[in-house]
Protein backbone atom coordinates (compact mmCIF):
# COMPACT_ATOMS: atom_id res chain seq x y z
CA UNK A 1 0.00 0.00 0.00
CA UNK A 2 2.95 2.14 1.23
CA UNK A 3 4.81 1.42 -1.98
CA UNK A 4 1.74 2.35 -4.61
CA UNK A 5 1.23 5.79 -2.61
CA UNK A 6 4.97 6.36 -3.35
CA UNK A 7 4.73 5.66 -6.91
CA UNK A 8 1.43 7.88 -6.94
CA UNK A 9 3.03 10.81 -5.48
CA UNK A 10 6.58 10.47 -7.49
CA UNK A 11 3.96 10.36 -10.59
CA UNK A 12 1.98 13.37 -9.85
CA UNK A 13 4.93 15.56 -9.00
CA UNK A 14 6.86 14.48 -11.97
CA UNK A 15 3.17 15.65 -14.29
CA UNK A 16 3.74 18.88 -11.73
CA UNK A 17 7.64 19.59 -12.83
CA UNK A 18 6.44 18.56 -16.68
CA UNK A 19 3.66 21.35 -16.69
CA UNK A 20 5.50 23.86 -14.86
CA UNK A 21 8.64 23.42 -17.07
CA UNK A 22 6.98 23.37 -20.57
CA UNK A 23 4.56 25.68 -19.67
CA UNK A 24 6.88 28.56 -19.40
CA UNK A 25 7.20 29.44 -23.19
CA UNK A 26 10.68 31.19 -23.60
CA UNK A 27 11.31 30.60 -19.46
CA UNK A 28 12.47 27.24 -18.24
CA UNK A 29 12.36 24.44 -20.33
CA UNK A 30 12.82 26.96 -23.55
CA UNK A 31 13.78 25.03 -27.05
CA UNK A 32 16.83 26.32 -27.77
CA UNK A 33 16.66 24.52 -31.50
CA UNK A 34 16.94 27.49 -33.90
CA UNK A 35 14.24 25.34 -36.48
CA UNK A 36 12.06 25.84 -33.35
CA UNK A 37 12.25 29.57 -33.30
CA UNK A 38 13.22 30.75 -36.85
CA UNK A 39 12.34 28.52 -39.41
CA UNK A 40 15.16 28.19 -42.55
CA UNK A 41 13.78 29.24 -45.51
CA UNK A 42 11.99 26.04 -46.94
CA UNK A 43 11.19 26.10 -50.57
CA UNK A 44 7.17 25.53 -49.39
CA UNK A 45 7.88 28.69 -47.57
CA UNK A 46 8.89 30.47 -50.13
CA UNK A 47 6.21 28.95 -52.63
CA UNK A 48 3.45 29.96 -49.97
CA UNK A 49 4.99 33.51 -49.94
CA UNK A 50 4.70 33.61 -53.87
CA UNK A 51 1.57 32.61 -53.31
CA UNK A 52 0.19 34.79 -50.92
CA UNK A 53 -2.94 37.17 -51.50
CA UNK A 54 -0.83 40.41 -50.11
CA UNK A 55 2.61 41.90 -51.29
CA UNK A 56 5.39 39.86 -49.87
CA UNK A 57 9.18 41.90 -49.91
CA UNK A 58 12.55 40.30 -49.43
CA UNK A 59 16.28 41.24 -50.43
CA UNK A 60 16.85 38.23 -52.21
CA UNK A 61 19.13 35.42 -51.41
CA UNK A 62 22.03 37.59 -50.01
CA UNK A 63 22.20 40.93 -48.94
CA UNK A 64 25.04 42.90 -47.20
CA UNK A 65 27.05 39.73 -47.00
CA UNK A 66 24.29 37.95 -45.20
CA UNK A 67 21.97 35.16 -46.44
CA UNK A 68 18.41 34.75 -46.10
CA UNK A 69 18.64 32.31 -43.13
CA UNK A 70 14.65 32.32 -42.07
CA UNK A 71 11.35 32.36 -43.64
CA UNK A 72 7.68 32.40 -42.44
CA UNK A 73 4.41 32.81 -43.69
CA UNK A 74 0.98 33.03 -41.66
CA UNK A 75 -2.44 34.68 -42.65
CA UNK A 76 -1.47 37.56 -40.64
CA UNK A 77 2.00 38.44 -42.15
CA UNK A 78 5.02 37.23 -43.76
CA UNK A 79 8.89 37.27 -42.55
CA UNK A 80 12.39 36.84 -44.29
CA UNK A 81 15.40 37.32 -41.98
CA UNK A 82 19.49 37.60 -43.01
CA UNK A 83 22.19 36.66 -40.95
CA UNK A 84 22.65 34.42 -38.43
CA UNK A 85 21.04 33.38 -35.42
CA UNK A 86 22.35 35.67 -32.26
CA UNK A 87 23.34 33.63 -29.21
CA UNK A 88 21.43 30.83 -28.07
CA UNK A 89 20.84 29.03 -24.46
CA UNK A 90 18.70 27.67 -22.34
CA UNK A 91 16.61 29.76 -20.56
CA UNK A 92 15.98 32.31 -22.98
CA UNK A 93 16.18 30.66 -26.26
CA UNK A 94 17.75 32.10 -29.34
CA UNK A 95 18.29 35.53 -30.60
CA UNK A 96 16.94 36.67 -33.66
CA UNK A 97 19.04 37.08 -36.85
CA UNK A 98 20.23 40.46 -37.58
CA UNK A 99 18.20 41.61 -40.04
CA UNK A 100 13.88 41.15 -40.61
CA UNK A 101 11.80 42.13 -42.93
CA UNK A 102 8.06 41.86 -42.02
CA UNK A 103 5.37 42.63 -45.12
CA UNK A 104 1.77 42.81 -43.07
CA UNK A 105 -1.51 43.25 -45.15
CA UNK A 106 -3.33 45.77 -43.30
CA UNK A 107 -1.43 48.98 -41.04
CA UNK A 108 -1.47 48.43 -37.62
CA UNK A 109 -4.71 49.26 -36.03
CA UNK A 110 -4.97 51.15 -34.03
CA UNK A 111 -2.17 53.29 -35.47
CA UNK A 112 0.35 53.73 -33.15
CA UNK A 113 4.03 55.85 -33.34
CA UNK A 114 6.66 53.39 -33.63
CA UNK A 115 8.76 54.49 -30.37
CA UNK A 116 5.19 54.42 -28.85
CA UNK A 117 6.62 56.91 -26.38
CA UNK A 118 8.99 59.75 -27.97
CA UNK A 119 7.07 62.08 -29.89
CA UNK A 120 10.27 62.35 -31.92
CA UNK A 121 9.05 60.94 -34.80
CA UNK A 122 10.64 61.37 -39.07
CA UNK A 123 7.90 60.86 -41.47
CA UNK A 124 9.82 60.88 -45.18
CA UNK A 125 8.86 59.75 -49.26
CA UNK A 126 11.41 57.28 -50.61
CA UNK A 127 10.24 55.01 -53.60
CA UNK A 128 6.29 56.21 -53.50
CA UNK A 129 5.93 55.13 -50.32
CA UNK A 130 5.70 56.97 -46.87
CA UNK A 131 8.60 56.17 -44.00
CA UNK A 132 8.08 56.36 -40.28
CA UNK A 133 10.64 55.98 -37.92
CA UNK A 134 12.21 57.56 -34.79
CA UNK A 135 15.90 59.25 -34.55
CA UNK A 136 18.47 56.17 -33.62
CA UNK A 137 16.00 53.85 -34.00
CA UNK A 138 16.92 50.63 -36.02
CA UNK A 139 13.50 50.17 -36.73
CA UNK A 140 11.26 51.42 -39.29
CA UNK A 141 7.88 51.06 -41.18
CA UNK A 142 6.97 51.73 -44.85
CA UNK A 143 3.14 52.47 -45.73
CA UNK A 144 2.67 51.43 -49.00
CA UNK A 145 -1.19 50.84 -50.06
CA UNK A 146 -3.11 49.38 -47.34
CA UNK A 147 -0.13 47.31 -46.17
CA UNK A 148 2.66 47.80 -43.99
CA UNK A 149 6.29 46.74 -44.47
CA UNK A 150 8.66 46.72 -41.23
CA UNK A 151 12.00 46.87 -40.94
CA UNK A 152 14.43 45.51 -37.93
CA UNK A 153 18.59 45.88 -37.92
CA UNK A 154 21.30 45.68 -35.82
CA UNK A 155 23.84 45.95 -38.93
CA UNK A 156 26.38 48.97 -38.94
CA UNK A 157 26.86 50.61 -40.97
CA UNK A 158 24.07 49.99 -42.60
CA UNK A 159 21.21 52.58 -43.16
CA UNK A 160 17.37 52.52 -43.23
CA UNK A 161 17.90 54.14 -47.29
CA UNK A 162 20.11 51.06 -48.20
CA UNK A 163 17.28 48.50 -46.97
CA UNK A 164 14.52 50.36 -48.50
CA UNK A 165 16.18 50.99 -51.86
CA UNK A 166 17.25 47.27 -52.18
CA UNK A 167 13.71 46.09 -51.50
CA UNK A 168 12.24 43.81 -53.60
CA UNK A 169 8.44 42.14 -54.94
CA UNK A 170 8.80 38.31 -53.76
CA UNK A 171 5.21 37.87 -54.89
CA UNK A 172 2.86 38.85 -57.94
CA UNK A 173 0.76 40.92 -55.97
CA UNK A 174 3.10 42.99 -54.57
CA UNK A 175 4.03 44.06 -58.43
CA UNK A 176 7.29 44.43 -60.54
CA UNK A 177 7.58 48.75 -60.68
CA UNK A 178 10.92 50.05 -58.91
CA UNK A 179 8.12 52.79 -57.25
CA UNK A 180 5.77 51.29 -54.52
CA UNK A 181 2.13 51.95 -54.40
CA UNK A 182 1.54 55.44 -52.46
CA UNK A 183 -0.04 54.78 -49.19
CA UNK A 184 -4.20 54.64 -48.82
CA UNK A 185 -5.63 56.68 -46.10
CA UNK A 186 -5.94 55.40 -42.53
CA UNK A 187 -9.37 54.92 -41.56
CA UNK A 188 -10.71 56.99 -38.65
CA UNK A 189 -11.32 53.74 -36.37
CA UNK A 190 -7.17 53.34 -36.09
CA UNK A 191 -6.96 56.35 -34.42
CA UNK A 192 -9.08 55.51 -31.48
CA UNK A 193 -6.91 55.63 -27.69
CA UNK A 194 -4.03 57.05 -30.14
CA UNK A 195 -2.08 59.92 -28.18
CA UNK A 196 -3.26 63.77 -30.48
CA UNK A 197 0.15 64.69 -31.24
CA UNK A 198 1.05 61.52 -33.29
CA UNK A 199 -2.99 61.73 -34.39
CA UNK A 200 -2.15 65.22 -35.70
CA UNK A 201 1.03 64.18 -37.34
CA UNK A 202 -0.45 61.27 -38.66
CA UNK A 203 -3.54 62.97 -40.43
CA UNK A 204 -1.45 65.74 -41.81
CA UNK A 205 0.82 62.88 -44.41
CA UNK A 206 -2.24 60.43 -45.08
CA UNK A 207 -5.06 61.39 -43.59
CA UNK A 208 -8.08 61.09 -42.92
CA UNK A 209 -8.50 64.89 -41.79
CA UNK A 210 -12.23 64.56 -40.17
CA UNK A 211 -13.06 61.70 -38.15
CA UNK A 212 -16.73 62.68 -36.46
CA UNK A 213 -17.73 58.94 -35.52
CA UNK A 214 -14.93 58.29 -33.10
CA UNK A 215 -12.74 59.98 -30.42
CA UNK A 216 -9.66 61.10 -32.43
CA UNK A 217 -7.20 60.18 -29.49
CA UNK A 218 -6.68 59.89 -25.85
CA UNK A 219 -5.27 62.36 -23.50
CA UNK A 220 -4.08 59.78 -21.03
CA UNK A 221 -1.77 57.97 -23.74
Not at 49 to 62: D, K, T
Request: net charge positive; hydrophobic share 35%.
Amino acid sequence: MNGNRSTLCAALLTGLAVLLLGGCGFGYGASTNPRDQFPPPSAKTLDAMERAPFPVYWLGRHFHGMALSSAEIDSEQAIVRYGPLGRCDWFDGCGAPPLSIFSRPHTEDPFLPPSRHSKRVCWRHLRGAAVLTCHESNEFFLYSGRGEIGVMFEVEPLTSSEVINALRPLNPVAGSSRLLPPPAPLECRQFRGVVRWFVVFAQRHFGPRHCARYPLYSKTR
